[in-house]
């Protein structure tokens, strides 16, 4: 088989191939555009590849592979010659192009395109830019790419001096950007962009009140009031600050405001004239700096009255409780400084462009009655009000509206131009080679008034915007937000504020422009409208609901909400014949088997007769498959099989390993009919900080339509890092709505389509419990050892490995253990280095005491869980998990979850059973279960104020009245908690050493420390050691998933911040006893990042040792060393020694062995590395775009050659 092989590619007619050649691997299976590709990237040219041909150095056309690969150097030729002058008017001394350009730049930028085509060389006062035009450029500019990046230039230097390090006005590298936007993207996320739609509609009504004072005789500026409105929507909005902007129609405007138009008009000024003038002392410079002090102060006014406030600490409250509160993975918010620059940012950008585009739209309807007609009937068949808050559901449903505002946004962007940066020398369509250092324009307004993509630009047509005509054009032909990362973070918000504006002020008012054509003014930063005045009309011409509305409306029912869908035309129970119904699950944690549980609940009260519930390797139709590869017509019994499952890194649960083979021998068959008669549907259970995220069910629903199973419903999923019963029961409702209008079923009282809003009795029974007498000896022994599994673990040392001093409060501990108790996984073996150790950890017994106060518990008392209880209690309830007599105590120590957030489950529990006792609490309780009638859910602010059972009894006295049979069955059981083991056994076979990083969360200024975490630091031995701690725990095979590589020779890269280090750790442990034994071992990298170097630097002394050994090279990432390090993140060590790692990765010596790369730490991590290396691959020419980097390292992936233990 033919091995990849290096190639130097030149561009034709390169006059020094040394100097200018580049090499690239071609792999097996390359193509000759493969080559083409890598070639066209090295060479930084984006022609397309039909207009490249490959030569030889004779100038012979190269057309098969082969030939390509029998050369030493391929030459480039392009059908475009390359161009190293760009077009462009001549340049007068010191001025440059001035006078081409002024004194309207974006008129004068429309000039030069027409006369010298789509990019164009300019200069300024010296500076030179180059504008573009045309998409096929632009896409190549406005990407973030090693060729292309954003950096403050041109005028937005001068809105620098005011918006400082905000989101809009700093650089992509620039670690303030890349921290702000990380943290500020969840409040524009679309859920949140929802929650605001209700205060959006206040304020336009509020709007609507004063506009109503106005007579239709009377000229108003409608900008004005554009402005004062979404100045007021995103001071409220956003910051939960009023300018009173709204009071009445003679309100002042704020001084915030004329200080911003102030700076923003005069920012194009500074920009143009030269930069002396801004030093000296006179009047224009002097009221600037006075207005950017005032912008200042008054946002400084803004963040003391929230720090101030009961919100101080609420970071869901707002804009500015995120850039108050918000932290990333390593602990980093924003500074007061970087706070001040984003409040003035979001004021400024989150009213500015806005309220253009409303006064912009306002005026093209008034232009264009037939449009504005058009839109009027769709408010109505909304059924959209001005004295009515209009829902999001509502304003989503207004298409011809959006596409309107599109249409808008074209004639009258409000930025006219993206400025970027070349940060590499690249040649782009047309053959112009851009050299690195170069300011670029992309000229949005030349290109939406471009007639070759728009044609009749002039003319205002919103149907250029119908989906149909959108698929045409490039979407990089419309960039009124921008693209890529750097788009505008704020633009759903701003187009569900402008419809929302538009809709309301629409169904109330007619507005009416007689005057000129109105221009924009080039004197401003933003477009907008100069001397835009209107009249306000009351509207008298509202169109009746279309026919179509109305029927829609008529067949419908009141809209369900989204939890809960309803039937629309229900019939009669049995009307179609109902087959078996089977819930499969497949559980580490039990979480899975109690959602087939409640579904199965729910299939009986539907009325289906056939109902199974079991594992998933238990299927019993799994023993009458017969696996072969034969198609046959014949089917296996109907049967409806709805499948819950989780997954861990990928692969299957323990129970559902068995399933998992047979679905792989079956796939190997390739008999496409082998379960014909099945249908299915499958809800996965999972964790999104986890790369392999729902991996495990996305197989089994793809699989099973691959052997022939007929795929019933949508799969489901549902995240563990947010609400995911929440998700599951919105799967359930939608499954169920499906399931029973298939079949034909109704909805009878007492049931539902969501699990948690089961309206039968007998859903929340107590447990049935009985106590035991102390003359039964025999039973209260037995009670005072049931502690959830056997204590077979001891605690030989406990050790702090952090420097805690008062600057440093955080602990990490290094626990040894005795694990020789407990069962090996492996022969010979107890364990392999990367494997788990699995530790259930107890309640402490503070924590105990305080409960059972709380609710009248005697915690020496004996019980005993009936058996019928186990028939219909959850099995992810304490009373599911306590088999034989046990007490209290032990209950409460060792098997009930306290520490978790009550779930919706235990909260609904509470409610059935102090209906009676406690209604108001009850009801409080129930509605918390799923979203309300408006589809507000408040269960994720309710947990977020009581974390845990002993909050919620604090809050809830009620709570109290509730028995121990009661709390057994709404109390979830603790689930085990997974440690990496920090040791090999080779060095210590019986013995097991746990990097422990100790959670002490503090919210509201009371501590919440971790479950496990905090029980393991407790776990403390006596210095003579005669009294050991014991716990209970279990070895866990990291599956081969997180395993060394069988030959001992492959070079290890190992990447972990904080614990993470804890599997390589045993790692290297094992290496370093494999080079005492005279043994060849690989070399090790090791990319470790902590906080500081005297702080948390775990395991110092032992790793420098080994690599004095030459063991390891380590490269370590201090993200708080003083003074800040370049390199503070891992990643960015694995960029400054790519060179090493990719020598690793992909040596050149055949006959080396190709590194495995380790991955421990957070999702984040994990995601950033992932990333980096997927920049490596490109950046050594193994890949060319985006998407083959991710294939690349996926096939790393399925080879076991890059692999990643991940936590939430």
Same mark, same amino acid.
């Given at each position: 088989?033919?091995?990849?092989?290096?190639?130097?590619?030149a561009?034709k007619?390169?006059?020094?191939?040394?100097?200018?050649?580049h090499?690239?691997q071609v792999?097996?299976?390359?193509?000759?555009d493969?080559v083409?590709?890598l070639?066209a990237?090295?060479?930084?040219t984006?022609a397309p590849?039909?207009d490249i041909?490959?030569?030889?150095a004779?100038?012979?056309?190269?057309?098969?592979?082969?030939?390509?690969?029998?050369?030493?150097v391929v030459y480039?030729?392009?059908?475009e010659?390359?161009?190293d002058?760009?077009p462009?008017?001549?340049?007068?001394?010191?001025?440059?192009?001035?006078? /081409?350009?002024?004194?309207?730049?974006?008129?004068?930028?429309?000039?030069?395109f027409k006369?010298?085509g789509p990019? !164009?060389?300019v200069?300024?006062?010296?500076k030179?830019?180059?504008?573009? =035009?045309?998409?096929?450029?632009?896409?190549l500019?406005?990407?973030?790419?090693e060729?292309?990046?954003?950096k403050?230039?041109?005028?937005?230097?001068?809105?620098k001096?005011f918006a400082?390090?905000?989101?809009?006005?700093?650089?992509?590298d620039?670690?303030?950007?890349?921290?702000?936007?990380?943290?500020?993207?969840?409040?524009f996320?679309p859920?949140?962009?929802?929650?605001?739609?209700?205060?959006?509609g206040k304020?336009?009504?509020q709007?609507?009140?004063?506009l109503?004072q106005?007579? @239709?005789?009377?000229?108003v500026?409608i900008?004005?009031w554009?402005?004062?409105?979404?100045?007021?929507t995103?001071?409220r909005?956003?910051?939960?600050y009023?300018?009173n902007?709204?009071?009445?129609?003679?309100?002042p405007?704020?001084?915030?405001i004329q200080?911003?138009?102030?700076?923003l008009?005069h920012?194009?000024?500074?920009?143009q004239?030269?930069?002396?003038?801004?030093?000296?002392?006179?009047?224009?410079?002097?009221?600037?700096?006075?207005?950017?002090?005032?912008m200042?102060d008054?946002?400084?006014?803004v963040?003391?009255e929230?720090?101030k406030?009961s919100d101080? =600490?609420?970071?869901?409250?707002?804009?500015?409780g995120?850039?108050?509160?918000?932290? /990333?993975?390593n602990d980093?918010?924003?500074?007061d400084e970087?706070?001040?620059?984003?409040? !003035?940012?979001f004021?400024?950008?989150?009213h500015?462009?806005?309220?253009?585009?409303?006064?912009?739209t306002?005026?093209e309807?008034a232009?264009?009655p037939e449009?504005?007609a058009?839109?009027?009937?769709?408010?109505?068949?909304?059924?959209?009000?001005?004295?009515?808050?209009p829902?999001?559901?509502?304003?989503?449903?207004?298409?011809?509206l959006?596409?309107? &505002?599109?249409?808008t946004?074209?004639m009258?962007p409000p930025?006219?131009n993206l400025?970027k940066?070349c940060?590499k020398?690249?040649?782009?369509?047309?053959?112009?080679?851009?050299?690195?250092?170069?300011?670029v324009?992309?000229?949005?307004?030349?290109?939406?008034?471009?007639?070759?993509?728009? @044609?009749?630009?002039?003319?205002?047509?919103? =149907?250029r915007f119908?989906?149909?005509?959108?698929?045409?054009r490039?979407r990089f032909a419309?960039?009124?937000?921008?693209?890529?990362?750097?788009?505008?973070?704020?633009?759903?918000?701003?187009?569900?504020?402008?419809?929302?504006?538009l809709s309301?002020?629409?169904?109330k008012?007619?507005f009416?422009?007689?005057?000129?054509?109105v221009?924009?003014?080039?004197?401003?930063?933003?477009?907008k409208?100069?001397?835009?005045f209107?009249?306000?009309?009351?509207?008298?011409?509202? @169109?009746?609901?279309?026919?179509?509305?109305?029927?829609?409306?008529?067949?419908?029912?009141?809209s369900?909400?989204?939890?809960?869908p309803e039937l629309?035309?229900?019939t009669?129970?049995g009307?179609?014949?109902?087959?078996?119904i089977?819930?499969?699950?497949?559980?580490?944690?039990g979480?899975?088997?109690?959602?087939?549980?409640?579904?199965?609940?729910?299939?009986?009260?539907?009325g289906?007769?056939?109902i199974?519930m079991?594992?998933m390797?238990r299927?019993?139709?799994?023993?009458?498959?017969? &696996?072969?590869?034969?198609q046959?017509?014949?089917?296996?019994?109907?049967?409806?099989?709805?499948?819950?499952t989780?997954?861990?890194?990928?692969?299957p649960?323990?129970?559902?390993e068995?399933?998992?083979?047979?679905l792989d021998?079956?796939?190997?068959?390739?008999?496409s009919?082998l379960m014909?008669?099945i249908?299915?549907?499958?809800?996965?259970?999972?964790n999104k900080?986890?790369?392999?995220?729902?991996?495990?069910?996305?197989?089994?629903d793809?699989?099973?339509?691959d052997?022939?199973?007929?795929?019933f419903?949508?799969?489901?999923?549902?995240?563990a890092?947010?609400?995911?019963?929440?998700?599951?029961?919105?799967?359930?409702?939608?499954?169920w709505?499906?399931?029973?209008?298939y079949?034909g079923?109704?909805?009878t009282q007492?049931?539902?389509?969501?699990?948690?809003?089961?309206?039968?009795?007998?859903d929340?029974?107590?447990?049935?419990?009985?106590?035991?007498a102390?003359?039964?000896?025999?039973?209260w022994?037995i009670?005072g050892?049931?502690?959830?599994g056997?204590?077979n673990?001891?605690?030989?040392?406990?050790i702090?490995?952090?420097?805690?001093?008062?600057?440093?409060?955080?602990?990490?501990?290094?626990i040894?253990?005795?694990?020789?108790?407990?069962?090996p996984l492996?022969?010979?073996?107890p364990y392999?280095?990367?494997?788990?150790l699995?530790?259930m950890?107890?309640?402490?017994?503070?924590?105990v005491?305080?409960?059972?106060?709380?609710?009248g518990l005697v915690l020496?008392?004996?019980?005993?869980?009936d058996?019928?209880?186990?028939?219909?209690v959850s099995?992810?309830?304490m009373?599911a998990?306590?088999?034989g007599?046990?007490?209290?105590?032990?209950?409460?120590t060792y098997?009930?979850?306290?520490?978790?957030?009550p779930?919706?489950?235990?909260?609904?529990h509470?409610a059935?059973?102090?209906?009676k006792?406690? @209604?108001?609490?009850?009801?409080?309780?129930?509605?918390?279960?799923m979203?309300?009638?408006?589809?507000?859910?408040?269960?994720?602010?309710?947990?977020n104020q009581?974390?845990?059972?002993?909050?919620?009894?604090?809050?809830?006295?009620q !709570?109290?009245?509730?028995?121990f049979g009661q709390?057994?069955?709404?109390v979830?059981?603790?689930?085990?908690?997974?440690?990496?083991?920090?040791?090999?056994?080779?060095?210590?076979p019986?013995?097991?050493?746990?990097?422990v990083g100790?959670v002490?969360?503090?919210v509201?200024?009371?501590?919440?420390?971790?479950?496990?975490?905090?029980?393991?630091?407790?776990?403390?031995?006596?210095q003579?050691?005669?009294?050991?701690?014991?716990?209970?725990?279990?070895f866990?095979?990291?599956?081969?998933?997180?395993a060394?590589?069988?030959?001992?020779?492959?070079?290890?890269i190992m990447?972990?911040?904080g614990?993470?280090?804890?599997?390589?750790?045993g790692?290297?442990q094992?290496?370093?006893y494999?080079?005492?034994?005279?043994?060849d071992?690989?070399?090790?990298l090791l990319?470790?990042?902590?906080?500081?170097a005297?702080?948390d630097?775990?395991y110092?002394?032992?790793l420098?040792?080994?690599?004095?050994?030459g063991v390891?090279?380590?490269h370590?990432?201090?993200s708080?060393?003083?003074?800040?390090?370049?390199?503070?993140?891992?990643?960015?060590?694995?960029?400054?020694?790519?060179?090493?790692?990719w020598?690793?990765?992909?040596?050149?010596?055949?006959?080396?062995?190709?590194?495995?790369?380790?991955?421990?730490?957070?999702?984040?991590?994990s995601?950033d590395?992932?990333?980096t290396?997927c920049?490596?691959s490109?950046?050594?020419a193994?890949?060319e775009?985006?998407?083959?980097?991710?294939q690349y390292?996926?096939?790393?992936?399925?080879?076991?050659?890059?692999?990643?233990?991940?936590?939430?």
């Amino acid at each position: 088989m033919a091995q990849s092989i290096p190639l130097i590619v030149a561009l034709k007619n390169a006059s020094n191939v040394a100097e200018e050649g580049h090499i690239i691997q071609v792999g097996n299976g390359a193509s000759i555009d493969t080559v083409k590709s890598l070639a066209a990237e090295k060479l930084a040219t984006s022609a397309p590849l039909a207009d490249i041909t490959l030569e030889d150095a004779c100038g012979n056309r190269l057309t098969e592979i082969d030939a390509v690969r029998s050369q030493q150097v391929v030459y480039l030729s392009l059908k475009e010659q390359i161009k190293d002058v760009i077009p462009g008017p001549r340049k007068l001394p010191y001025v440059g192009n001035l006078y /081409d350009l002024a004194p309207d730049f974006t008129a004068g930028w429309m000039r030069l395109f027409k006369t010298y085509g789509p990019i !164009v060389d300019v200069s300024i006062i010296g500076k030179r830019v180059i504008g573009v =035009n045309d998409p096929a450029i632009v896409e190549l500019v406005v990407k973030e790419s090693e060729y292309f990046t954003k950096k403050i230039t041109s005028a937005l230097v001068e809105i620098k001096e005011f918006a400082g390090q905000g989101l809009f006005t700093t650089d992509t590298d620039d670690e303030d950007w890349v921290l702000a936007h990380k943290l500020l993207m969840p409040a524009f996320s679309p859920r949140a962009i929802k929650a605001y739609q209700h205060e959006m509609g206040k304020i336009t009504e509020q709007t609507i009140g004063i506009l109503e004072q106005y007579s @239709p005789e009377e000229k108003v500026e409608i900008l004005d009031w554009a402005t004062n409105l979404t100045f007021e929507t995103i001071g409220r909005i956003g910051f939960g600050y009023s300018f009173n902007l709204l009071e009445n129609r003679d309100a002042p405007a704020h001084p915030f405001i004329q200080a911003m138009s102030y700076c923003l008009k005069h920012s194009i000024t500074r920009f143009q004239q030269a930069q002396f003038m801004k030093l000296l002392p006179i009047e224009a410079n002097r009221r600037y700096d006075q207005s950017v002090q005032l912008m200042r102060d008054v946002v400084a006014e803004v963040i003391q009255e929230r720090k101030k406030s009961s919100d101080a =600490n609420d970071m869901h409250k707002d804009l500015l409780g995120f850039m108050l509160n918000a932290r /990333d993975d390593n602990d980093h918010g924003l500074s007061d400084e970087n706070i001040r620059d984003q409040v !003035v940012t979001f004021l400024i950008a989150g009213h500015d462009t806005t309220a253009n585009t409303l006064a912009w739209t306002l005026y093209e309807f008034a232009r264009n009655p037939e449009i504005e007609a058009k839109v009027l009937q769709e408010i109505v068949d909304s059924g959209i009000r001005h004295d009515t808050m209009p829902t999001s559901e509502q304003i989503s449903s207004l298409k011809y509206l959006h596409q309107c &505002l599109k249409e808008t946004l074209r004639m009258h962007p409000p930025v006219r131009n993206l400025n970027k940066y070349c940060q590499k020398d690249c040649i782009v369509p047309g053959g112009y080679r851009i050299k690195a250092g170069s300011a670029v324009s992309v000229n949005l307004y030349s290109m939406h008034y471009n007639d070759k993509i728009y @044609p009749d630009p002039e003319r205002y047509d919103p =149907n250029r915007f119908s989906p149909e005509e959108e698929q045409k054009r490039s979407r990089f032909a419309w960039l009124p937000f921008s693209t890529g990362p750097r788009a505008c973070i704020g633009m759903a918000f701003a187009l569900q504020e402008a419809k929302t504006v538009l809709s309301m002020f629409l169904h109330k008012f007619k507005f009416k422009y007689d005057g000129p054509p109105v221009r924009y003014d080039p004197k401003q930063a933003t477009t907008k409208p100069l001397d835009l005045f209107m009249t306000i009309h009351p509207r008298t011409d509202l @169109p009746e609901v279309s026919s179509k509305a109305a029927n829609m409306k008529a067949n419908s029912k009141k809209s369900p909400e989204k939890g809960l869908p309803e039937l629309a035309e229900p019939t009669k129970m049995g009307s179609t014949e109902l087959p078996p119904i089977t819930f499969l699950f497949g559980t580490q944690t039990g979480t899975a088997q109690d959602y087939a549980s409640q579904l199965a609940g729910q299939a009986k009260r539907f009325g289906f007769p056939t109902i199974t519930m079991c594992e998933m390797d238990r299927w019993n139709t799994l023993q009458s498959i017969k &696996l072969n590869n034969s198609q046959s017509d014949s089917k296996l019994p109907t049967e409806l099989v709805v499948i819950c499952t989780a997954t861990y890194n990928g692969q299957p649960p323990d129970s559902g390993e068995h399933f998992d083979k047979f679905l792989d021998k079956a796939k190997e068959t390739g008999n496409s009919t082998l379960m014909n008669g099945i249908k299915y549907a499958v809800f996965g259970l999972g964790n999104k900080q986890w790369r392999t995220y729902q991996r495990y069910p996305m197989k089994i629903d793809a699989y099973l339509e691959d052997l022939g199973a007929e795929r019933f419903f949508t799969a489901g999923q549902g995240n563990a890092d947010e609400d995911m019963d929440a998700e599951f029961n919105d799967w359930c409702a939608h499954f169920w709505t499906h399931a029973l209008s298939y079949f034909g079923l109704a909805i009878t009282q007492g049931s539902s389509v969501v699990p948690s809003a089961s309206g039968k009795p007998g859903d929340r029974l107590p447990a049935k419990i009985h106590y035991i007498a102390p003359s039964d000896k025999e039973k209260w022994s037995i009670a005072g050892h049931n502690m959830n599994g056997e204590h077979n673990v001891k605690v030989l040392a406990n050790i702090e490995l952090q420097h805690q001093d008062e600057h440093n409060k955080r602990s990490t501990r290094h626990i040894e253990l005795d694990v020789s108790s407990l069962t090996p996984l492996h022969e010979g073996r107890p364990y392999q280095a990367g494997d788990h150790l699995e530790v259930m950890p107890q309640n402490s017994a503070e924590t105990v005491e305080a409960i059972a106060l709380g609710f009248g518990l005697v915690l020496d008392s004996v019980f005993e869980v009936d058996p019928e209880t186990y028939e219909y209690v959850s099995p992810r309830s304490m009373a599911a998990a306590i088999k034989g007599p046990c007490t209290v105590r032990n209950a409460l120590t060792y098997y009930a979850d306290l520490s978790s957030p009550p779930s919706r489950r235990l909260l609904g529990h509470f409610a059935s059973q102090l209906r009676k006792a406690a @209604p108001e609490t009850a009801d409080v309780f129930d509605r918390l279960t799923m979203p309300d009638a408006n589809n507000v859910d408040r269960y994720p602010e309710f947990i977020n104020q009581h974390r845990t059972l002993l909050d919620l009894q604090k809050a809830y006295p009620q !709570v109290k009245q509730l028995d121990f049979g009661q709390l057994l069955a709404a109390v979830g059981v603790i689930q085990p908690r997974r440690y990496s083991i920090a040791c090999s056994p080779l060095e210590h076979p019986d013995k097991a050493h746990l990097t422990v990083g100790v959670v002490d969360d503090v919210v509201h200024g009371k501590h919440y420390p971790g479950l496990a975490s905090s029980f393991l630091a407790r776990m403390q031995t006596d210095q003579g050691g005669e009294h050991a701690p014991v716990f209970r725990a279990q070895f866990k095979s990291s599956k081969s998933s997180f395993a060394l590589p069988a030959d001992i020779r492959t070079p290890l890269i190992m990447i972990a911040a904080g614990t993470g280090l804890s599997p390589f750790r045993g790692f290297l442990q094992e290496r370093a006893y494999q080079r005492k034994q005279g043994q060849d071992v690989g070399e090790c990298l090791l990319f470790f990042g902590c906080r500081r170097a005297d702080q948390d630097y775990i395991y110092r002394q032992e790793l420098e040792q080994w690599a004095k050994e030459g063991v390891v090279t380590i490269h370590n990432a201090f993200s708080r060393a003083l003074p800040t390090p370049p390199r503070k993140y891992v990643q960015h060590q694995i960029l400054a020694k790519a060179a090493d790692v990719w020598r690793l990765l992909v040596p050149n010596d055949a006959m080396q062995t190709p590194a495995s790369v380790y991955v421990c730490g957070s999702g984040a991590l994990s995601r950033d590395v992932r990333s980096t290396f997927c920049t490596l691959s490109k950046s050594f020419a193994t890949v060319e775009t985006d998407e083959e980097a991710d294939q690349y390292l996926q096939r790393l992936m399925d080879e076991n050659r890059y692999n990643e233990d991940v936590w939430g």
